[in-house]
């Protein structure tokens, strides 16, 4: 789905139990600020995190640890540190609605934030957010590839292309477009932001032979050690 999405600088916006983009068999309902691919690196290290952690105990980390953890250790910055308070506060308040439980079951990316209160830093998540994403995000992503991609939506793209299986795989781009929450015109979507992902992750061994057609977007996903999508 598009619950992080590819937008651009001052396009963040606020959702009340809106549907996100996404396969029509898998429906996800929000409500919260936008959350975006720097928001998504957070997340999925905060994952990482509750992995090692016991069920329902604090997470709890070093903000210079987590920034060089998702990539960002080069600007430890007060400006660094106010922009991963500023995610986590998001992630915090993001509420997800699964479809298939009545109005559909909600939960709470962050259960609790805690932020400096006796410079201390701690995070609570639900153990069931835990599972569901570290099962269906997490586990097939290469995080050591994720640290080198430089395009948002190279990152988008390589979550995707990680969900599915080893081989040729054909999807339209104009899906593409809409499920990333790119918002830029089709044209440049299609000529720009759609190739330089794709060369990203050739460069960087996810995919390989891939072709940008009239309407369909087609790779041939390679294995990789990392990756539990076989």
């Known amino acids: 789905t598009g619950l992080f999405a590819n937008f651009g600088k001052g ?19 929000m409500s919260g600020e936008e959350l975006d691919m720097y928001d998504c690196d957070v997340f999925l290290h905060a994952i990482q995190l509750a992995q090692r952690t016991s069920v329902n105990d604090p997470i709890y980390f070093e903000r210079i640890a987590f920034l060089r953890a998702i990539g960002r250790g080069k600007d430890l910055s007060t400006e660094s540190y106010k922009r991963l308070h500023a995610s986590m506060s998001r992630l915090a308040n993001t509420i997800i609605f699964v479809e298939g439980h009545g109005d559909g ?14 410079k201390r830093y701690w995070i609570m998540m639900d153990p069931i957010v835990v599972s569901m994403f570290a099962n269906v995000c997490l586990a097939y992503i290469d995080m050591q590839v994720r640290l080198r991609l430089k395009s948002p939506f190279a990152k988008y793209l390589q979550s995707y292309v990680s969900g599915h299986s080893i081989g040729v795989h054909r999807i339209s781009w104009e899906s593409l477009r809409k499920w990333s929450g790119s918002r830029g015109r089709e044209r440049d979507f299609k000529r720009r932001a759609l190739p330089l992902a794709l060369r990203e992750l050739e460069e960087w061994g996810v995919i390989k032979n891939w072709e940008i057609g009239d309407k369909v977007v087609a790779w041939v996903r390679i294995p990789h050690a990392k990756s539990k999508k076989k």
Do not use: A, N
């Open 105 to 118: 079951e909600p939960f709470k990316l962050f259960d609790k934030l805690e932020w400096g209160q006796e």
């Open 11 to 29: 396009q963040r916006r606020i959702l009340e139990h809106t549907v996100l983009e996404g396969r029509s068999d898998y429906r996800v309902k």
